[in-house]
Nanobody, 112 residues
Framework: QVQLVESGGGLVQAGGSLRLSCAAS????????MGWYRQAPGKQREVVATITSGGSTNYTDSVKGRFTISRSNARNTVYLQMNSLKPEDTAVYYCTLGYNYWGQGTQVTVSS
C-alpha cells in the first residue's frame, strides 16, 4: 500500500555534507508526521529528526545545529540536510511515515 524510498546516502569525509531524500508513494494521508531514524552497527535504532505536516520539527541533541529536516507535502517527500558530519553519524538512516511505514534505509558513512 505504501512505499518509502530513501536516497542520498554515501561516503563522505568528516565535516562534509549530505542530503537524504525519502519519497512516499501509495495510499496514505499526507498529513502524517514524517521523520528520520538511524541505526549504527551494534546499537539500537534512534530517532534523528521528525517533522509534522505543519512544519514543526524536533531533533535529537547530537544533531542539533548540524541537521535540518524539511518536507514537501505536495511531493510527499521528506529531506534531511546533514552538515558538519562526524564519524559518529555513520549509520543506516531510515525514513518513516507516521511511524507506521518505513523505508529500507540508506547507508551514511563518515570517514575521519
Amino acid at each position: 500500500q505504501v512505499q518509502l524510498v530513501e536516497s542520498g546516502g554515501g561516503l563522505v569525509q568528516a565535516g562534509g555534507s549530505l542530503r537524504l531524500s525519502c519519497a512516499a508513494s501509495g495510499r496514505f494521508v499526507s498529513t502524517n508526521t514524517m521523520g528520520w531514524y538511524r541505526q549504527a552497527p551494534g546499537k539500537q535504532r534512534e530517532v534523528v529528526a521528525t517533522i509534522t505536516s505543519g512544519g514543526s520539527t524536533n531533533y535529537t541533541d547530537s544533531v542539533k545545529g548540524r541537521f535540518t529536516i524539511s518536507r514537501s507535502n505536495a511531493r510527499n517527500t521528506v529531506y534531511l540536510q546533514m552538515n558538519s558530519l562526524k564519524p559518529e553519524d555513520t549509520a543506516v538512516y531510515y525514513c518513516t511515515l507516521g511511524y507506521n511505514y518505513w523505508g529500507q534505509g540508506t547507508q551514511v558513512t563518515v570517514s575521519s
